[in-house]
C-alpha cells in the first residue's frame, strides 16, 4: 500500500494530508508527500496497486470532519471544491478514471479544513482529524 499525503506546507490546513503522511512514515508506512497539483498524482501511484491519497477539503461540513471514498468521489455542487488545489482531486479523479490510469484499489481521504490563508496554523479540529485518519489507515490497511 502507497500513501500520498497532498497539500501545502505554508497554508494553514492545507498541510493536513501533509502530516498524515509524515505520521505515517514514522510508523514504518510507505507514504509521501505530494505538493504539485492533482494532476501529477497519476505519476505518483502508476506503479501502485494500492493507493491511499489524503487530502484537506472544502465541502461546507463542519472543520474537522473526515470523509472517506473508494475510486470515486461524490458529486460535489458548483461553489464548493474538494480539494484545495486549482485542478481539484475530483476532476483528476475523474480524468484518471477516462484514460483508465486508477490503481486497482483507490481509497482517498478527505480532511475538511477551516483556514487557508498563507502563513496561517493548522486549525485544533484538523489536528485531531489527523491523528484519527493516521490511526485509521495504520489499523485497517486495504
Given at each position: 500500500?502507497?500513501?500520498?499525503?497532498?497539500?501545502?506546507?505554508?497554508?494553514g490546513?492545507?498541510r493536513?494530508?501533509l502530516?498524515?503522511a509524515?505520521?505515517?512514515?514514522?510508523l514504518?508506512?510507505r507514504?509521501?508527500?505530494?505538493f504539485?497539483?492533482?494532476l501529477?498524482?497519476?505519476?505518483k501511484?502508476?506503479?501502485?496497486?494500492r493507493?491511499?491519497?489524503?487530502?484537506a477539503v472544502m465541502?461546507?461540513?463542519p472543520p474537522?470532519?473526515v470523509f472517506a471514498w473508494?475510486r470515486?468521489?461524490?458529486h460535489v455542487?458548483?461553489?464548493?471544491?474538494?480539494?484545495?488545489h486549482?485542478?481539484?482531486i475530483?476532476?483528476a479523479?475523474?480524468?484518471?478514471?477516462?484514460?483508465?490510469?486508477?490503481?486497482?484499489?483507490l481509497?482517498?481521504?478527505?480532511?475538511?479544513?477551516?483556514?487557508?490563508e498563507?502563513g496561517s496554523?493548522?486549525?485544533?479540529e484538523?489536528e485531531?482529524a489527523?491523528?484519527?485518519v493516521?490511526?485509521?489507515?495504520a489499523?485497517?490497511?486495504?
Amino acid at each position: 500500500m502507497k500513501v500520498i499525503g497532498c497539500g501545502n506546507a505554508e497554508r494553514g490546513d492545507d498541510r493536513a494530508g501533509l502530516l498524515v503522511a509524515e505520521r505515517l512514515r514514522q510508523l514504518g508506512f510507505r507514504a509521501e508527500a505530494h505538493f504539485g497539483d492533482s494532476l501529477s498524482l497519476f505519476e505518483k501511484w502508476s506503479a501502485a496497486d494500492r493507493v491511499v491519497v489524503v487530502d484537506a477539503v472544502m465541502t461546507g461540513a463542519p472543520p474537522g470532519t473526515v470523509f472517506a471514498w473508494d475510486r470515486e468521489l461524490p458529486h460535489v455542487p458548483d461553489g464548493l471544491s474538494v480539494s484545495s488545489h486549482g485542478f481539484d482531486i475530483a476532476k483528476a479523479l475523474e480524468l484518471a478514471q477516462a484514460l483508465e490510469k486508477l490503481p486497482a484499489h483507490l481509497r482517498i481521504y478527505g480532511i475538511e479544513g477551516r483556514q487557508f490563508e498563507l502563513g496561517s496554523n493548522l486549525s485544533p479540529e484538523v489536528e485531531r482529524a489527523v491523528e484519527a485518519v493516521v490511526q485509521r489507515i495504520a489499523a485497517q490497511p486495504f
